[in-house]
T-cell receptor
Framework: EAGVAQSPRYKIIEKRQSVAFWCNPI?????LYWYQQILGQGPKLLIQ????????DSQLPKDRFSAERLKGVDSTLKIQPAKLEDSAVYLC????????????FGPGTRLTVL | AQSVAQPEDQVNVAEGNPLTVKCTYS??????LFWYVQYPNRGLQFLLK??????LVKGSYGFEAEFNKSQTSFHLKKPSALVSDSALYFC???????????FGDGTTLTVKP
């Protein structure tokens, strides 16, 4: 089966610019996650969707980050405006809806903010 | 709040020797526990998980992990390491009552020939 797809793979922007990342989960996976992974740290959950509803966005900096999952399939994560500390790898993952199922990760988007 | 600690940033072992990568956790209620591996220039891949039942869990590539409730640990083990096991390993916990997973900061495993 096809894995989780993400684009772009790399992005370089200047601070205060905006950027968007796209994710296509594995077909049939109801749950979609966006993580931020800063170099030397583990992934930190930004937002979790169940179909097109938000389950958890407690760690999403809502003044600058936004995410949507229209129609419960693809998802977009946006940062506007970007800060230097947003430089990280942004990972998208998906899973079936039950809580003990493993997550399948995409290759990530490496964001550099100059 | 739930948390995961991977106390060793780096583990070095010789090929053929047993390996252990340590993980301890804190969570409300019973845990779901996971190990993921990240090879260079590749995404995170699932290795194994503990949900309930037998404390010794077997996973991909000959890896296994032992759940110890009293010590709140879930150490990853392999009887005989391969050079190809060299990678970054992440432990993750999810409470059965909570929605999100929390990851540790990872342990870099280096297996030398």
């Amino acid at each position: 089966e096809a894995g989780v797809a993400q684009s772009p793979r790399y992005k370089i922007i200047e601070k205060r610019q905006s950027v968007a990342f796209w994710c296509n989960p594995i077909s049939g996976h109801a749950t979609l996650y966006w993580y931020q992974q800063i170099l030397g740290q583990g992934p930190k959950l930004l937002i979790q969707f169940q179909n097109n509803g938000v389950v958890d966005d407690s760690q999403l900096p809502k003044d600058r980050f936004s995410a949507e999952r229209l129609k419960g399939v693809d998802s977009t994560l946006k940062i506007q405006p970007a800060k230097l500390e947003d430089s990280a790898v942004y990972l998208c993952a998906s899973s079936t809806s039950t809580g003990h199922n493993e997550q399948f990760f995409g290759p990530g988007t490496r964001l550099t903010v100059l | 709040a739930q948390s995961v600690a991977q106390p060793e940033d780096q583990v070095n072992v010789a090929e053929g020797n047993p390996l252990t990568v340590k993980c301890t956790y804190s969570v409300s209620g019973n845990p779901y526990l996971f190990w993921y591996v990240q090879y260079p220039n590749r995404g995170l891949q699932f290795l194994l998980k503990y949900i309930t039942g037998d404390n010794l869990v077997k996973g991909s590539y000959g890896f296994e992990a032992e759940f110890n409730k009293s010590q709140t640990s879930f150490h990853l083990k392999k009887p005989s390491a391969l050079v190809s096991d060299s990678a970054l390993y992440f432990c993750a916990v999810r409470g059965t009552n909570a929605g999100k997973s929390t990851f540790g900061d990872g342990t870099t495993l280096t297996v030398k020939p």
